[in-house]
């Protein structure tokens, strides 16, 4: 989060202005309305990259919930990602968007619905920040701290990594209690036995 980027406030009322042909379905088995590949393609294109022949796999699926959900993602941030201040700042960033629209997408995608990211207000924020963030921006007016601290508090997937360690950390105070507990009456029955 090192370089400013555009307006927090820009990009989520774009998410929630998102077009209807952003939120159609993708070609899945043949059956489907958008080609992702094609919108990914183009909009790389638009910014000065290409989408290489080999990575063009990397936006269809095979019918799976999950992977629809990560296609649907995908174009929502295509979207995003179509705004006026990457195409005049995408040119340096096309590497890292490309990035993003295939592994970042992903994980976001893991979240929640594809369609809660244009209809909620979290979770547009969540998408906008999690965009800039591994594009290595922060939103204009904000400091690199404030950014952070943002994110971390909208972050889904953060709240789940938290939720998930603080399991693991609760299974292991659970195997230490149980450990003691055995080591107490294996203990008491040691003394048990010498008197």
Do not use: Y
Request: hydrophobic share 45%; glycine share 6%.
């Amino acid at each position: 989060m090192t370089h400013e980027g555009p307006f927090l406030e820009t990009l989520t009322r774009r998410l929630a202005e998102t077009p209807p042909e952003f939120l159609a379905e993708p070609v899945l088995d043949g059956k489907g309305v958008v080609q992702v590949e094609a919108v990914v393609a183009d909009l790389l294109r638009e910014l000065g990259g290409e989408l290489a022949e080999k990575e063009v796999t990397q936006f269809r699926s095979h019918g799976s919930a999950a992977g629809r959900n990560r296609l649907r993602l995908t174009l929502i941030a295509c979207w995003l990602l179509a705004d006026d201040w990457f195409k005049r700042n995408g040119r340096a960033l096309v590497i890292e968007i490309k990035r993003f629209l295939m592994e970042g997408v992903h994980e976001l995608a893991i979240s929640g619905a594809a369609d809660k990211f244009t209809t909620d207000a979290d979770r547009r924020e969540e998408l906008a920040r999690v965009s800039l963030a591994q594009l290595s921006l922060r939103p204009a007016g904000e400091t690199e701290t404030q950014a952070q601290d943002r994110l971390m508090t909208i972050s889904s997937s953060e709240r789940q990594r938290v939720i998930k360690a603080a399991r693991a950390a609760e299974e292991r105070a659970r195997h230490i209690r149980e450990a003691m507990a055995r080591q107490a009456a294996e203990e008491a029955q040691a003394k048990a036995m010498r008197e």
